[in-house]
């Protein structure tokens, strides 16, 4: 995918419904994000959906502000991912695939294998050796083939690859569906907002599923007349692996070479992100900024949410550390983030986090 590209109107020949966004399109009838099946590249009637979509966008106060923050952690795997997974597993089916790869640090693995089973696809899942126990279950659980590689997050997407020489490749990174489930995000934003849009946005960086899918849809609503400006985006990284924001700091638009180390964000943990060009240049567009956190600041993050109720895996805390650090930096009175993954994802380390 190129950003320049016209990305709403087909992939493969096969035509959105609607090109224009027009909010009287959009199927109230629907509670899900197939609301918006009319600027989807699938029809709804080949839909493989779990329920996943408009998660509430709660107002919350974080470091002394509110913000809305959208319960992601609450989509029927327990992360935003099942936005992607509905939409790529709903063409996947569509076109006759009967087995699919896929390469993951967790979650989107998670997400795969959840509507591949849902859809009666075979699943191979290639993720980290170091993978939280509790996804490796959850994959598991869903009857998908596990595969542990030794390695960093290069190393798992080198094994999927050479599996996905028999197989469909899923890929939440390379594959374009993926990022057309993930645009609904955006649109869902600016819908509960009365259909305004956020000053700003901050959101996690690790492939970049989210951030280019929030870039494409809040584009394809400026450029629809439905809202009137684009929220700067905040690109939230760990300072242990962060080839983006060394990258935007020193003026690039390809990532840097990075000695990534441990975080405790294991999410957004990639170190050579394969559409980091194009999450650089989403970023720049919209007048936003990278930052990075500290696993230090991550648990102070995760322990502020917690007080307030809120359940959520580390790397979703890093996200809110990166708020924190934003609203230092960057102007504007409306904010929008989110809780990004479930806390039942990373029980070992939240329990290590709380024995400490």
Known sequence: MNLEQDTFKSYNNEPF????????LVDSNLSGLWRYHQFLPVNFKDA???????????????????????????????????????????????IGVTHVVQDSSGNAGCSIAAYAANAGIGCDIFVPADTSSAKLAQVRAYGANLFLVDGD?????????????????????????????????AYEVCEQMGWKTPDVIVLPAGNGTLILGCYIGFKHLF?????????KIVAVQAANCAPLYEAWKQGLNEPVKVNSGLTLAEGIAIAEPIRGKEMISAVNKTQGIFVTVSDDEVVGALKLC?????????TSAATIAGLKKAQEIVEGETWVTLFSGHGLKSTEKILAILDA
């Open 17 to 24: 419904n609607a090109d224009v966004f027009d909010v009287k």
């Open 48 to 94: 493989i959906t779990l329920g996943e979509g408009y998660t509430p966008l709660l107002p919350v106060k974080l470091f002394g502000k509110q913000v809305f923050v959208k319960q992601e952690q609450l989509s029927p795997t327990g992360s935003y991912k099942d936005r992607g997974a509905s939409v790529l597993m709903s063409y996947a089916k569509k």
């Open 153 to 185: 997050r290069q190393a798992t997407a080198a094994a999927a690859l050479l599996a996905a020489q028999k197989a469909y490749y899923a890929s939440h990174c390379y594959n374009p569906y993926f990022l057309q489930g993930t645009k609904t995000f």
């Open 223 to 231: 450029e629809s007349n439905v809202i009137a400006k684009m929220p």
């Open 306 to 314: 917690n007080s307030q109720g809120f359940y959520i895996e580390p």
